[in-house]
Antibody, heavy 118, light 106 residues
């Protein structure tokens, strides 16, 4: 079945970086864009950006430009999101989600909790 | 940036009630709108796409309507499994979510 499996929870200190992985299975990895969405505790959903797994092209929300790097490894059908210069307000659950040609997010990973604390 | 505003923020309701959630866009987004359901500790689940298309496997009590700047999600007869938070999302220009509507037991 189609699924996205994310890496485990992370605890980081302010100023550090975190890299979250998202492994796809059950479909052609290069056929769908992969997005990253985050959710701070008790808050709503915030779109961060996307990567085209076929070309490696990316686009990110202005808020994260310069701090987020999205990459992929097509040999293992895995997308990565790295966020640098972490602050306490980056504490959140980070989700990967694929989009179809209709641009809606039809399959989501289970989420990765990132805690930023000194 | 396109802003999405949902109302109400919280809805206290009962099993069997008809529920309507509204989502307004700060500019026209045609029909580039989706609705998601999220339960505590879980990832969002796609319910409706292109404003009114029901995602495969989603019960027919869920429906969506609207175009341009005003959209609604309707649950015709609320079931116990439907108590959750609902988000609208535009994808006309990048992707933006509404702030969410929590549907809770009255």
């Amino acid at each position: 079945q189609v699924q996205l499996v994310q890496s485990g929870a992370e605890v980081k200190k302010p100023g550090a970086s975190v890299k979250v992985s998202c492994k796809a299975s059950g479909y052609t990895f290069t056929g769908y864009y992969m997005h990253w969405v985050r959710q701070a505790p008790g808050q709503g959903l915030e779109w961060m950006g996307w990567i085209n797994p076929d070309t490696g092209g990316t686009s990110s929300a202005q808020k994260f430009q310069g701090r987020v790097t999205m990459t992929r490894d097509t040999s293992i059908s895995t997308a990565y999101m790295e966020l640098s210069s972490l602050r306490s307000d980056d504490t959140a659950v980070y989700y990967c989600a694929r989009t179809r040609s209709s641009k809606d997010m039809d399959v989501w990973g289970e989420g990765t909790t990132v805690t930023v604390s000194s | 940036d396109i802003q999405m505003t949902q109302s109400p923020s919280t809805l206290s309701t009962s099993v069997g009630d008809r529920v309507t959630i509204t989502c307004r866009a700060s500019q026209s987004i045609s029909s580039w709108l989706a609705w998601y359901q999220q339960k505590p500790g879980k990832a969002p689940k796609l319910l409706i796409y292109r404003a009114s298309s029901l995602e495969s496997g989603v019960p027919s009590r869920f429906s969506g309507s609207g175009s341009g700047t005003e959209f609604t999600l309707t649950i015709s007869s609320l079931q116990p499994d439907d108590f959750a938070t609902y988000y609208c999302q535009q994808y006309s220009s990048y992707w933006t979510f509404g702030q969410g509507t929590k549907v809770e037991i009255k």
